[in-house]
């Protein structure tokens, strides 16, 4: 079973940075990816970004180009998401997934419980 585990949520201010963690119990043979997403109060849940296993080929939503960065340490099965620039309407839980290669909360198979992130103005 694939258990996913975010970190490093939290309240920043308008400006700000944080470091969100992602680690996989395990990834399976059909995860050939670990994605981002966001969901804020009333709306969605969002693309952010994700990452490939192999060649480590990324994806960003417009919304977070520039600001947003993910990396990996495949090999440790850890994803990572660095956010600069934080706005408040930055502010959603963010989870973690692990699935197919997509922009496509739908190709994720595997979630995480997801992780706070609050930006005050």
């Known amino acids: 079973q694939v258990l996913l585990l975010e970190s490093g949520g939290g309240l920043v201010q308008a400006g700000g940075s944080l470091r969100l963690s992602c680690v996989a119990s395990v990834l399976t043979f059909s995860c050939n990816a670990m994605g981002w997403f966001r969901q804020a109060p009333g709306k969605e849940r969002e693309f952010l970004t994700t990452?490939?296993?192999?060649?480590?080929?990324?994806n960003y939503a417009d919304s977070v180009k520039g600001r947003f960065t993910i990396s990996s340490d495949y090999a440790k099965n850890t994803v990572y998401l660095k956010m600069n620039s934080l706005k408040p309407e930055d502010t959603a839980v963010y989870y973690c997934a692990a699935g197919s290669y997509s922009r496509s909360a739908g190709m994720y198979a595997y979630w995480g419980q997801g992780t706070q992130v609050t930006v005050s103005s």
């Open positions: 990452i490939s296993r192999i060649g480590g080929i990324t």
